[in-house]
């Protein structure tokens, strides 16, 4: 036995191998480059589709597809990664190899966790670097067209469009650490992904739960949309988009409250999922 | 109680509980972001899980998806085809209620368009059928004003649409009590159009409150600023001596 | 001698996914495997093989019964720390490079970074895989990843090695290869768990078997018992003519004759002296 081994606590470089191991994976993976292609690919046509836009400025215009890109695409990436990194092992039979030896399942669930989270990181990030360099390029065209409009200067503010991706990497995480409680559940991939889709949807619109609960006379329907309001976390918060767009900025109060909000659901998440997996038999 | 389904207990009751904690946490995060905005929580139930669904799924490619279908719309207005025009009308709204274009030209397209194409092909005449025609407008600017009730909604205290609103009211409706309502709510808002104001003193003169027209008009002169051409500020000033004397000379008619 | 694997009274049952009703694997199973043996696991597929191996590596939970690697139960993670592991298929992270996927087990198994990359390259000597380091485990053949298997089992140098049907899809070059591999190990003290379909290989290096079959153990012991038979013969070595004919003729008088047999090579000698002329 190697001395080095350490075995009384929780090992977080066995976390840290496992993940650098599956972003490996992830960024290996075609899905990876084509929905990063996909989402590129659609804010160029921000550019070329501006005949189409009626109902906003440019600049928001082009902003739209960025985010679109990033909350589409990226929830996509986020079911699929989380479900082909933590199912697709059992499914594989790789998992063997990892499970016999000295590690503890707490560590591959938030090895797994730690590289679905960092692929969503570098995607969004590629694509938030992308928006930015667009967006400077198009106010910069449109600042030497219409002085007069931006006469104090540039009208987005660049940081927030940065903070605006972080946030997403937090909604997408917290979306990524849903699935691998369910994958830590599942007995196939495609029912760990079809409930993250649902779960992404439900998630999206649960502030309408809450608003809709006890309205209904149906006992049924109550319940569903009491656990609908209560049992999922607001993924809703996260769409502040279009307040970017308009040049409002958030405050970093509620950049904080959102990391942490989001931090939340991902521990509780993991953890549900260590739990599950702990007794599972492979 | 197996360990799985024990788990799962553990999974729903812990999902549970953490959602009830962070249930006001949650408000207080949406009250920093977007204000006391209700957003799309006040829109009637289906239009408020379109609109939630269209976010949820579509994301910011929302507004492009908006943007076809009312490229589609435009289709169906070319035929004149009420039904389609008025649902596109309604999707495009749906899916990115935050373009207030769709909003007003939609509201604009059902108040103006649509009995104007119901009338031309019914060969209906305003001076052979003026109750028909009166329904018809009627019909339509209720529907107008419903989008624009919801437009008010996701975008809440727009002048714009206010305008319109009032506007429908006024020549669809022909009813200048409700139009001189909504142009004063205009008029009273902060940072308000000058001309909201004058044309509710105008629609109180042709409702016969000729009095109340000038004292309003009396009450809003002093704070009209001098150097801004939209006030208008000589122009309200000579309304007010019009009226004036048009009172007078009523007092003279009144007084044998 | 030190016990290096113990299996006390083994039952694990799976619940059939239609029915209510419940498979029974394995079924008080019990063996014990000396440190430094070489131990055959035998029987015919769904005999309770890879099962009793995998409650061996805590991936299962018994439902009766106990698996103690060097004393300590196969529950706590730390028995797991003393075993390597080559999983039957074998199926590893096909978007890796071999000596980049040695190095991750090394490393998972304790290892710094520079120890597993060294040590992992040794291996991939060793099992004849040094040209393949730096290819994606996606293009490897079937023989090449169960040589992978092999050297990531041994990248931590554990004392005990769990082997499942290591040969599979090797071919009989290669087999020979692995098999003296396995003698090397067992000549430097480590205990090996083989399961193997390949009875002429089990025979050839394990010193003591278990034969599963349905869940049951229908036998077990050294092989040298198991396997002798109900006649016994002499052996008579090559001698002159008058010798023989003298034997002959003594056993005639017992109203006996002398059986001959010539030594017969297997194909599987034949195929190894062929293809190692030819190269």
Same mark, same amino acid.
């Given at each position: 036995m190697n001395?080095?081994?350490?075995?009384?606590?929780?090992n977080?470089?066995?976390?840290?191998?496992?993940?650098?191991?599956?972003?490996?994976?992830?960024?290996?993976?075609?899905?990876?480059?084509?929905?990063?292609?996909?989402?590129?690919?659609?804010?160029g046509?921000?550019?070329?589709l501006?005949?189409?836009?009626?109902?906003?400025?440019?600049?928001?215009?082009?902003?739209?597809f960025g985010?679109?890109?990033?909350t589409?695409?990226g929830?996509?990436?986020?079911?699929?990664?989380?479900?082909q990194?933590?199912y697709?092992?059992?499914?594989?039979?790789?998992?063997f190899?990892?499970?016999?030896?000295?590690?503890?399942?707490?560590?591959?669930?938030?090895?797994?966790?730690?590289?679905?989270?960092?692929?969503?990181?570098s995607?969004?990030?590629?694509?938030?670097?992308?928006l930015?360099?667009?967006?400077?390029?198009?106010?910069?065209?449109?600042?030497?067209?219409?002085?007069?409009?931006?006469?104090?200067?540039r009208?987005?503010?660049?940081?927030?469009?940065?903070?605006?991706?972080?946030?997403?990497?937090?909604?997408?995480g917290?979306?990524?650490s849903?699935?691998?409680?369910?994958?830590?559940?599942?007995?196939?991939?495609?029912?760990?992904?079809?409930?993250?889709v649902?779960?992404?949807?439900l998630?999206?619109l649960?502030?309408l739960?809450?608003?809709?609960?006890?309205?209904?006379?149906s006992?049924?329907?109550?319940t569903?949309?009491?656990?609908?309001?209560?049992?999922?976390?607001?993924?809703?918060l996260?769409?502040f988009?279009?307040?970017?767009?308009?040049?409002?900025?958030?405050?970093?109060?509620?950049?904080l409250?959102?990391?942490?909000?989001?931090?939340?659901?991902?521990?509780?998440?993991?953890?549900?999922?260590?739990l599950?997996?702990?007794?599972?038999?492979? | 109680?197996?360990?799985?389904k024990?788990?799962?207990?553990v999974?729903?009751?812990?999902?549970?509980?953490?959602g009830a904690?962070?249930?006001?946490w949650?408000?207080?995060i949406?009250?920093?972001?977007?204000g006391?905005?209700?957003?799309?929580?006040?829109?009637?139930?289906?239009?408020?899980?379109?609109?939630?669904?269209?976010?949820?799924?579509?994301?910011?490619?929302?507004?492009?998806?908006?943007?076809?279908?009312?490229?589609?719309?435009?289709g169906?207005?070319?035929?004149?085809?009420?039904?389609?025009?008025l649902?596109k009308?309604?999707?495009?709204?749906?899916?990115?209620?935050?373009?207030?274009?769709?909003?007003?030209?939609?509201?604009r397209v059902?108040?103006?368009?649509?009995?104007?194409?119901?009338?031309?092909?019914?060969?209906?005449?305003?001076?052979?059928?003026?109750?028909?025609?009166?329904a018809l407008?009627?019909?339509?600017?209720?529907?107008a004003?419903e989008?624009?009730?919801?437009g008010?909604?996701?975008?809440?205290?727009?002048?714009?649409?206010?305008?319109?609103?009032?506007?429908i009211?006024?020549?669809?409706?022909?009813d200048?009590e409700?139009?001189?309502?909504?142009f004063l709510?205009?008029?009273?808002?902060?940072?308000?159009?000058?001309?909201?104001?004058?044309?509710?003193?105008?629609?109180?003169?042709?409702?016969?409150?000729?009095?109340?027209?000038?004292?309003?008009?009396?009450?809003?002169y002093s704070?009209?600023?001098d150097?801004?051409?939209?006030a208008m500020?000589?122009?309200?000033?000579e309304?007010i001596?019009?009226l004036?004397?048009?009172l007078?000379e009523q007092?003279?008619?009144?007084?044998? | 001698?030190?016990?290096?694997?113990?299996?006390?009274?083994?039952?694990?049952?799976?619940?059939?996914a239609?029915?209510?009703?419940? %498979?029974?694997?394995v079924? =008080?199973?019990?063996?014990?495997?000396?440190? *430094?043996?070489?131990? #055959?696991? @035998?029987?015919?597929? /769904?005999?309770?093989?890879?099962?009793?191996?995998?409650?061996?590596?805590g991936?299962?939970?018994?439902?009766?019964?106990?698996c103690l690697?060097?004393?300590?139960?196969?529950?706590?993670?730390?028995?797991?720390?003393?075993?390597?592991?080559?999983?039957?298929?074998?199926?590893?992270?096909?978007?890796m490079e071999g000596?980049?996927?040695?190095?991750?087990?090394?490393?998972l198994?304790?290892?710094?970074?520079?120890?597993?990359?060294?040590r992992?390259?040794?291996l991939?000597d %060793?099992?004849?895989?040094? =040209?393949?380091?730096?290819?994606?485990?996606? *293009?490897?053949?079937k #023989?090449m @990843?169960?040589?992978? /298997?092999?050297?990531?089992?041994?990248?931590?140098?554990?004392s005990?090695?769990?082997?499942d049907?290591p040969?599979a899809?090797v071919?009989?070059?290669?087999?020979?290869d692995?098999?003296?591999?396995?003698?090397?190990?067992?000549?430097?003290?480590?205990?090996?768990?083989?399961?193997?379909?390949?009875?002429s290989?089990?025979?050839?290096?394990?010193?003591e078997?278990?034969?599963?079959?349905?869940?049951?153990?229908v036998?077990?012991?050294?092989?040298?018992e198991?396997?002798?038979?109900?006649?016994?013969?002499?052996?008579?070595?090559?001698?002159?003519?008058?010798?023989?004919?003298?034997?002959e003729?003594?056993?005639?008088?017992?109203?006996?004759?002398?059986v001959?047999?010539?030594?017969?090579?297997?194909?599987?000698?034949?195929?190894?002296?062929?293809t190692?002329e030819e190269?």
């Open positions: 001395e080095k081994l350490n075995l009384s606590f929780w977080m470089r066995h976390a840290w191998l496992i993940g650098k191991t599956s972003y490996l994976e992830t960024v290996r993976m075609k899905l990876f480059y084509a929905l990063l292609a996909l989402s590129l690919f659609s804010l046509c921000s550019f070329l501006q005949e189409f836009n009626f109902g906003s400025d440019e600049l928001k215009f082009i902003m739209d985010f679109g890109g990033m589409f695409f929830s996509i990436l986020a079911i699929v990664t989380a479900s990194l933590f697709g092992e059992i499914e594989d039979r790789t998992v190899t990892i499970l016999a030896k000295p590690i503890r399942r707490s560590e591959f669930v938030v090895g797994k966790f730690i590289g679905a989270w960092f692929c969503i990181v995607f969004v990030l590629c694509l938030t670097l992308c930015m360099l667009s967006l400077f390029v198009r106010e910069s065209i449109l600042m030497s067209q219409y002085p007069e409009v931006f006469s104090e200067g009208l987005l503010n660049y940081l927030d469009v940065l903070g605006f991706g972080f946030m997403q990497c937090v909604r997408l917290m979306l990524g849903i699935v691998i409680l369910f994958s830590s559940y599942a007995t196939s991939s495609l029912f760990s992904i079809i409930i993250g649902v779960t992404w949807i998630g999206q649960q502030h739960a809450v608003n809709a609960w006890g309205q209904y006379d006992l049924f329907l109550n569903i949309l009491f656990i609908v309001s209560i049992a999922l976390p607001n993924f809703h996260y769409d988009g279009d307040k970017i767009a308009l040049g409002e900025s958030a405050s970093i109060s509620v950049y409250q959102l990391v942490g909000y989001g931090a939340l659901y991902c521990a509780l998440y993991l953890s549900l999922a260590v599950s997996f702990r007794e599972r038999e492979l | 109680m197996s360990y799985r024990w788990t799962i207990v999974s729903l009751v812990g999902a549970l509980s953490i904690l962070t249930s006001g949650q408000r207080l949406f009250r920093s972001l977007h006391d905005s209700l957003g799309t929580n006040s829109l009637p139930k289906s239009e408020s899980l379109g609109q939630g669904l269209s976010l949820a799924i579509l994301g910011g490619y929302r507004s492009i998806a908006a943007n076809l279908i009312w490229l589609d719309m435009n169906s207005w070319e035929k004149q085809n009420i039904n389609e025009t649902a009308i309604e999707l495009a709204t749906a899916t990115d209620p935050r373009a207030l274009f769709f909003w007003l030209n939609g509201a059902v108040a103006n368009d649509m009995p104007a194409w119901v009338i031309a092909n019914q060969g209906l005449d305003q001076e052979k059928h003026p109750n028909t025609v009166k407008n009627l019909k339509f600017s209720e529907k004003l989008l624009i009730e919801n008010l909604v996701a975008h809440p205290g727009n002048f714009e649409l206010m305008v319109d609103r009032a506007v009211h006024w020549k669809k409706r022909e200048l409700e139009a001189a309502k909504s709510e205009i008029a009273t808002m902060p940072n308000s159009p000058y001309f909201a104001g004058r044309l509710y003193a105008e629609l109180l003169v042709e409702l016969g409150r000729t009095d109340d027209a000038l004292s309003y008009l009396k009450s809003i704070s009209l600023p150097d801004d051409i939209q500020k000589p122009f309200v000033a309304r001596r019009q004036e004397i048009k007078e007092k003279v008619l009144v007084i044998p | 001698m030190d016990i290096a694997i113990e299996v006390k009274n083994l039952r694990k049952d799976f619940v059939l239609r029915q209510s009703q419940r %498979l029974r694997a079924d =008080d199973l019990s063996f014990q495997v000396n440190t *430094g043996s070489v131990f #055959g696991l @035998l029987g015919p597929n /769904g005999s309770g093989k890879s099962t009793t191996i995998k409650a061996i590596l991936m299962l939970n018994p439902d009766k019964g106990e690697i060097e004393g300590i139960s196969s529950k706590k993670r730390e028995s797991r720390a003393r075993i390597g592991y080559l999983p039957e298929g074998p199926y590893y992270y096909k978007f000596l980049e996927f040695v190095s991750l087990v090394g490393q198994g304790g290892l710094t970074k520079l120890e597993s990359v060294s992992g390259e040794e991939m %060793l099992v004849g895989l040094q =040209d393949a380091c730096d290819r994606r485990i996606s *293009g490897y053949s #023989g @990843l169960q040589r992978l /298997g092999l050297a990531q089992a041994l990248v931590n140098d554990p005990i090695l769990i082997l049907e040969t899809g071919d009989p070059v290669g087999a020979v692995i098999a003296n591999i396995i003698g090397g190990l067992k000549n430097r003290g480590k205990t090996i768990l083989l399961c193997s379909h390949l009875l290989q089990v025979e050839t290096v394990c010193d078997v278990a034969v599963l079959n349905k869940g049951n153990l036998a077990s012991g050294k092989i040298d198991l396997l002798v038979a109900g006649n016994e013969y002499m052996e008579i070595p090559e001698c002159s003519l008058e010798a023989t004919q003298r034997i003729a003594i056993l005639s008088e017992e109203g006996q004759s002398l001959k047999r010539r030594d017969r090579k297997s194909l599987e000698q034949l195929f190894i002296e062929l190692q190269e």
